[in-house]
C-alpha cells in the first residue's frame, strides 16, 4: 500500500543550528512534494514545492532536496529560530492526479534557546 | 495572509443536528478541497471540486456532503452529526496546477 512517512518523535534542537527532517514513501510515482507548516489549531501554510525532475530547492532558509531512487526529500532549516517551531508535514502528488495531494503525520521541531 | 475563510472557528453540537460549515475564498482559485484531521494525525481527503458544479469525493469516506454553485463558496454538510464526527476540518484551494494549497484556519467539530 501507498505510504508516506514522517519522523513521530519530536525534533529537538538548539537555536542556530540545522534542522533536517525526513519524508520517505512507498509505492509512490510523485508528480511533485510539498513541504508545510502546521502550527497548533492552525491549517497548514506552503513553503516550498519541489518537482520529480528537481533536486534540490531552496527559499531563503530552506532548503528541500528530493531523491526519487531512494524515495525520499529531506528538509532543512538552516540558523533555526524558536520561531521555527511547529510541525512540518511532507505531501506528495501522485503523477496523473496532480490536482490531489496525499499527506504525511508530519515532523513537530522543538527550537530551543 | 490566508485569503480563505471557515467558519465557525469552533462548534459544539448535539447528536442528530444538521450542521453547514463554512469554506469562502477570495482568490478566484478553481480548485477546492475539504481534509478532515484529528489530533496528532495526518490530513484526510473527504472532498474536492475542480470548478462549478463539480465535486468527487475523496480517499477517505465520509458522510458529509459538498456543494459548489459558486466560485468562491465551498460548503461541507452534515445531515445528522454524530460524536464520530468529531474532529478538524480544513478547507484549502488552489489556482495553479502545481501549486501550494490555501488553507483555512479549520473548523474544529465536536460532537456531544
Known amino acids: 500500500s501507498q505510504k508516506i512517512e514522517q519522523n513521530s518523535e519530536a525534533l529537538n534542537i538548539q537555536e542556530g543550528k540545522t534542522a533536517t527532517l525526513t519524508c520517505n514513501y512507498t509505492?509512490?510515482?510523485?508528480?511533485?512534494l510539498q513541504w508545510y507548516r502546521q502550527d497548533p489549531g492552525r491549517g497548514p501554510v506552503f513553503l516550498l514545492l519541489?518537482?520529480?525532475?528537481?533536486k534540490e530547492k531552496r527559499k531563503e532558509r530552506l532548503k528541500v532536496t528530493f531523491d526519487t531512487t531512494l524515495k525520499q526529500s529531506l528538509f532543512h532549516i538552516t540558523a533555526s529560530q524558536p520561531a521555527d517551531s511547529a510541525t512540518y508535514l511532507c505531501a506528495l502528488s501522485k503523477t496523473g492526479t496532480a490536482s490531489k495531494l496525499t499527506f504525511g503525520t508530519g515532523t513537530r521541531l522543538q527550537v530551543t534557546l | 495572509e490566508a485569503d480563505i475563510y471557515q467558519t465557525p472557528r469552533y462548534l459544539v453540537i448535539g447528536t442528530g443536528k444538521k450542521i453547514t460549515l463554512e469554506c469562502s475564498q477570495t482568490m478566484g482559485h478553481d480548485k477546492m478541497y475539504w481534509y478532515q484531521q484529528d489530533p496528532g494525525m495526518e490530513l484526510h481527503l473527504i472532498h474536492y471540486?475542480?470548478?462549478?458544479?463539480?465535486?468527487e469525493k475523496g480517499d477517505l469516506s465520509s458522510e458529509s456532503t459538498v456543494s459548489r454553485i459558486r466560485t468562491e463558496h465551498f460548503p461541507l454538510t452534515l445531515e445528522s452529526a454524530r460524536p464520530s464526527h468529531t474532529s478538524q476540518y480544513l478547507c484549502?484551494?488552489?489556482?495553479?496546477?502545481?501549486?501550494?494549497?490555501?488553507f483555512g484556519s479549520g473548523t474544529r467539530l465536536t460532537v456531544v
Open positions: 519541489i518537482r520529480e525532475n528537481e
Open positions: 471540486s475542480y470548478g462549478v458544479n463539480s465535486t
Open positions: 509505492n509512490y510515482s510523485p508528480a511533485y
Open positions: 484549502a484551494s488552489r489556482q495553479v496546477p502545481e501549486g501550494g494549497y490555501t
